[in-house]
């Protein structure tokens, strides 16, 4: 049996500023990095899956550092949209995966991959500084191709913030480059997970023929709301965080929230 815990769009902002005017989300990560250390059995691994901070700031990721440090279990990381990866290399190169900031043909994109227990899992940088949306680089595309085959019919798990498939989210549903790329390298191991981040809600699909999945916001969630421009209010509620539990070649996605009397507030516009 192996645990993977995911958490995702953790905005962190800097001391006394809340994210987006309304919620202090470093909080919402102390309380969660609380829970998870105490559950039983243990995590073998935590991955987050970008927009660690909310906007890039110096502090927010050495406050993350700080945070993240209670965990004793390895911990790893790959950027969103409001990450810079100058200043996340600064503070948190602990917690990148092997390989990533090695191979120089991959520069500046955060590439990597490890064996935790039964699994293994990739991490790529499908992230474009600059814009919202994401999109698959050549340098990438080619490193994803050979990570996939390193190891064929050990359970793998595809980490990556931007999912590259509709959700109906209207503004969340921006193009992704060269998504066609990704769906021929995914399609070609079907029975690998693709796990992102980005949309602020849980979601479970099949796409390129296998299945992928989106780690809710741990304290943003977004609102359901299919009309054209949805997707763009979110509220506050309990943290929420996903576990993979792997028993044998089959992953259990379980969409969790920590315990605890949490306030609902919102919506709020993004």
């Not at 953790?10 to 105490?38: C, M």
């Not at 200043?87 to 917690?95: E, G, I, K, R, T």
């Not at 390298?185 to 796409?207: D, E, K, N, P």
């Not at 539990?245 to 996605?253: A, E, K, R, V």
């Amino acid at each position: 049996m192996t645990l993977i815990g995911q958490i995702s769009d953790l905005h962190i902002a800097q001391p006394g500023r809340p994210a987006y005017g309304e919620i202090d989300t470093g909080y919402y990560l102390q309380a969660t990095v609380d829970h998870l250390s105490g559950l039983n059995p243990p995590l073998d691994a935590l991955v987050i899956t970008g927009d660690l901070a909310h906007d890039g700031e110096p502090e927010a990721y050495s406050s993350l550092a700080r945070i993240l440090g209670r965990l004793k279990v390895p911990i790893f990381l790959v950027p969103g949209n409001h990450d810079r990866r100058s200043a996340m290399v600064a503070d948190l190169s602990p917690y990148y995966p092997p390989g990533s900031g090695q191979e120089q043909d991959l520069a500046p994109y955060l590439c990597g991959g490890s064996t935790v227990g039964s699994a293994r899992l990739i991490f790529f940088d499908g992230t474009r500084e600059g814009f919202h949306g994401g999109g698959l680089a050549p340098q990438v595309a080619a490193w994803l191709k050979g990570a996939l085959c390193a190891q064929p019919g050990v359970p793998t798990l595809v980490f990556t913030h931007h999912p590259p498939f509709l959700s109906g989210l209207e503004f969340m549903d921006e193009p992704y480059l060269d998504s066609g790329l990704l769906a021929e390298i995914m399609g070609a191991h079907q029975s690998a997970l693709l796990c992102c981040g980005h949309l602020h809600r849980g979601l479970a699909t099949v796409w390129a023929g296998g299945p992928a999945m989106v780690c809710p916001s741990l304290a943003l969630n977004m609102e359901l709301d299919f009309l054209p421009g949805g997707g763009n209010a979110f509220t506050v509620g309990a943290p929420a965080y996903v576990l993979h539990h792997l028993i044998g070649d089959t992953i259990n996605t379980h969409f969790c929230q920590a315990p605890g009397s949490w306030p609902f507030d919102g919506p709020f516009g993004f």
